[in-house]
T-cell receptor
């Protein structure tokens, strides 16, 4: 089975721009979660999608949004980028065992 | 709301000595707890998980963790550190309430000295 795939691997944007990150889960997994990872802050939960519905949402501003498609692929969008949005964004999928997350390698976003 | 706290941001041990990475959780109900490991430039990998079947949980690569409700702790241990254990470790949990949100601690960077 192919693992969780995140694209692109690296992104450089400037303040005020918007960005879309993509995540393809493991085949058969219907749950996709997104996390923001920064040094010192650890992993901050963004949101979780299950069968195209947002099941959980973390404490991030409305500039952060996501969606899930019928094939379970998910996208995350950040609008009006700020310098503080620079981080590694990780996507994870899970099957029936919800705490058994399979993580992608992440998208490293740099906002200049 | 449940949260997990990793008490050390950095831990340094010598190869062959025991490893102890500390994690406390706050919750009024039995949680589902787990430990993940992240090696440099790689995604996170599940080490072990606790789901109330047994208080001592054995994971991969010789790691284990003990759930202590009286201390609200779920510390990760390994009897003898290897160089390959150098990585960042994340403790996390899922609340048993309706939200069932997965949350992680801030991470502990483990350094193994030769």
């Amino acid at each position: 089975k192919a693992g969780v795939t995140q694209t692109p691997r690296y992104l450089i944007k400037t303040r005020g721009q918007q960005v879309t990150l993509s995540c393809s889960p493991i085949s058969g997994h219907r749950s996709v979660s997104w996390y923001q990872q920064t040094p010192g802050q650890g992993l901050q939960f963004l949101f979780e999608y299950f069968s195209e519905t947002q099941r959980n949402k973390g404490n991030f501003p409305g500039r952060f949004s996501g969606r899930q498609f019928s094939n379970s692929r998910s996208e995350m969008n950040v609008s009006t980028l700020e310098l503080g949005d620079s981080a590694l964004y990780l996507c994870a999928s899970s099957g029936t065992e919800r705490e058994k997350l399979f993580f992608g390698s992440g998208t490293q976003l740099s906002v200049l | 709301a449940q949260s997990v706290t990793q008490l050390d941001s950095h831990v340094s041990v010598s190869e062959g000595t025991p490893v102890l990475l500390r994690c406390n959780y706050s919750s009024s109900y039995s949680p589902s707890l787990f430990w993940y490991v992240q090696h440099p430039n790689k995604g996170l990998q599940l080490l072990l998980k606790y789901t109330s079947a047994a208080t001592l949980v054995k994971g991969i690569n010789g790691f284990e963790a003990e759930f202590k409700k009286s201390e609200t702790s779920f510390h990760l241990t390994k009897p003898s550190a290897h160089m390959s254990d150098a990585a960042e470790y994340f403790c996390g949990g899922i609340s048993s309430g309706s939200a069932r949100q997965l949350t992680f601690g801030s991470g502990t960077q483990l350094t193994v000295l030769p």
